[in-house]
């Protein structure tokens, strides 16, 4: 595997490049006055940086002792792994190194080690102003976030408000269809029994009549049962 393709050189490019980056910003922080703002946002800016890389260093670190296991495995040998420790270690210095500087720096400012008190109050008031500027920028940002949470519960709400009506609705016209059913039902039953009685009565008068008698008895009955059904289903 290339050094462009092995992970480790891909990352190392990656930290070296913060280092350098780091480095740089810790410059322009040596020269800028002690009591001003932007030095304050500087410190604040290294260190964090610091921080970040020291962590990228061990997570390296880290790396490199799983490949140490076996370094057939991962087509190294022991010049290379020292190579590579050897690059982790060099750069976890220089990290430490720009660390302690601006924390040094940075405590000479908290505790006022200037030897001109009234630089030291100035100072002073200038961090206190700079921390409560990044206060009030990160109680806004809260306020703002949690505006826009309310927000989104609001509109949440009203949308289950409104599953809720239609849930409702659709109940409502269910029963409303289910009565109907239950109506034609009943009337289909009553209308069922009716026929049975008729049917019943005629099979009784049938047996008893003569032929002629059965006839227009039949007869009878037709326009009986035309009557009974014009009245069932057409009124």
Not at 181 to 193: K, Y
Request: hydrophobic letters at 40%; one cysteine or more.
């Amino acid at each position: 595997m290339t050094p462009a393709q092995d992970p480790f050189y891909i990352v190392k490019d990656e930290i070296q490049e913060s280092i350098d980056k780091v480095q740089d910003s810790f410059h322009q922080w040596k020269q800028t006055p002690e009591n001003t703002g932007e030095y304050v946002h500087l410190t604040k800016e290294l260190l964090t940086s610091c921080e970040s890389i020291q962590w990228q260093v061990d997570e390296l670190d880290k790396a490199i002792s799983v490949a140490e296991r076996d370094p057939a495995f991962y087509g190294l040998n022991e010049a290379e792994i020292g190579r590579r420790r050897s690059w982790t270690s060099t750069a976890r210095n220089q990290v430490l190194s720009l660390r302690r500087n601006v924390e040094a720096g940075r405590k000479k400012i908290l505790f006022g080690h200037s030897t001109n008190p009234s630089e030291s109050i100035r100072s002073k008031k200038h961090i206190s102003q700079d921390n409560d500027e990044f206060i009030a920028s990160e109680s806004d940002q809260q306020m703002l976030l949690i505006k826009r949470q309310d927000e989104e519960l609001d509109a949440l709400s009203a949308s289950v408000q409104r599953i809720g009506g239609v849930g409702l609705t659709i109940h409502d016209e269910l029963v409303g269809q289910e009565k109907l059913l239950g109506e034609l039902n009943l009337d289909m039953e009553t209308t069922s029994n009716r026929l049975d009685f008729v049917q019943k009565r005629v099979a009784m008068v049938m047996k008893k009549a003569s032929l002629k008698g059965q006839i227009m008895m039949i007869a009878f009955l037709v326009i009986l049962f035309i009557i009974l059904f014009v009245l069932v289903f057409l009124t």
